[in-house]
C-alpha cells in the first residue's frame, strides 16, 4: 500500500519555465490537497479538491493551477516559475467523512522540493 | 483570515521528561484538530487528533487537550525521547480546509 506519492521529488526550473507536480493516492480519498512549506512559514494550503472533477482555492494560490480529472490523481501546475515558488510542496489526503474520530486524519506524501532559479 | 498560530518555535526538554506544545485557533468554527510529527526531509505523520466535542483524547505516550473557550490546545508528549525530536504542527479544520500552524521544534536533551 503506497499511500500518497508525489513525483518528481526534486526538480530545478528557470523561472518562466512551467512544470507539473503530480500527486497519486492509491486509498480511495475523497479529499486531496495540495500545500507548500517554507521555512518558519509552516504549511500553507495552495488549492484543494472536494472530489473528481472539483478544485478549490486555498491560502495562498495565485501562480497555481490544478487538476483533479481522476479520483487517485491530483496535478498541481506552474505555467510561469517565479523565484517566490521555490519551496517543498506536500500533497495530501483525506477520507472526508464525519462520523469516526481518525477517519479524517490528512496522509501526506513525501514531498517534491522546487528551486526556481 | 483565519489562522493557527504556535506559542513557541523551539522547545528544549530533558530525556524522561514531559514535553507540552501549544496551539491556539482563531475560528471557533473550527470542528477538528490533528498533531502531526515532521522530521527532517520527511512527510508529516499523524500523531493524534481530536473533535470538537471532546476535551481530552490519549493516545500512546500522548495526550492532546482542547479549550474550545479560548481556542486552545495541547499536545503532551509523556517520558519525553530522543526519538521525539523533531518539528510538531497543529492544524485546525474547518469545513474541508486544513490550517496549519507555523511549528514547533522539539529538541530532547540528553
Known amino acids: 500500500n503506497a499511500g500518497v506519492t508525489q513525483t518528481p521529488k526534486f526538480r530545478v526550473l528557470k523561472t518562466g519555465q512551467s512544470m507539473t507536480l503530480l500527486c497519486a493516492q492509491d486509498?480511495?480519498?475523497?479529499?486531496m490537497y495540495w500545500y507548500r512549506q517554507d521555512p518558519g512559514m509552516g504549511l500553507r494550503l495552495i488549492h484543494y479538491?472536494?472530489?473528481?472533477?472539483?478544485?478549490a482555492k486555498g491560502e495562498v494560490p495565485d501562480g497555481y493551477n490544478v487538476s483533479r480529472l481522476k479520483k487517485q490523481n491530483f496535478l498541481l501546475g506552474l505555467e510561469s516559475a517565479a523565484p517566490s515558488q521555490t519551496s517543498v510542496y506536500f500533497c495530501?489526503?483525506?477520507?472526508?467523512?464525519?462520523?469516526?474520530?481518525?477517519?479524517?486524519?490528512?496522509?501526506f506524501g513525501a514531498g517534491s522540493r522546487l528551486t526556481v532559479l | 483570515g483565519e489562522s493557527v498560530g504556535l506559542h513557541l518555535p523551539t522547545l528544549s526538554v530533558q530525556e524522561g521528561d514531559n514535553s507540552i506544545i501549544n496551539c491556539a485557533y482563531s475560528?471557533?468554527?473550527?470542528?477538528?484538530f490533528i498533531w502531526y510529527k515532521q522530521e527532517s526531509g520527511k512527510g508529516p505523520q499523524f500523531i493524534i487528533d481530536?473533535?470538537?466535542?471532546?476535551d481530552k483524547r490519549q493516545g500512546q505516550r500522548v495526550t492532546v487537550l482542547l479549550n474550545k473557550t479560548v481556542k486552545h490546545l495541547s499536545l503532551q508528549i509523556a517520558a519525553t525521547q530522543p526519538g521525539d525530536s523533531a518539528v510538531y504542527f497543529c492544524?485546525?479544520?474547518?469545513?474541508?480546509?486544513?490550517?496549519f500552524g507555523t511549528g514547533t521544534r522539539l529538541k530532547v536533551l540528553a
Open positions: 495530501a489526503s483525506s477520507t472526508g467523512r464525519t462520523i469516526l474520530s481518525g477517519a479524517n486524519v490528512l496522509t
Open positions: 475560528n471557533s468554527a473550527s470542528d477538528y
Open positions: 481530536i473533535r470538537s466535542n471532546m
Open positions: 492544524a485546525a479544520r474547518r469545513d474541508y480546509k486544513y490550517i
Open positions: 479538491s472536494v472530489g473528481e472533477g472539483t478544485t
Open positions: 486509498m480511495n480519498h475523497e479529499y
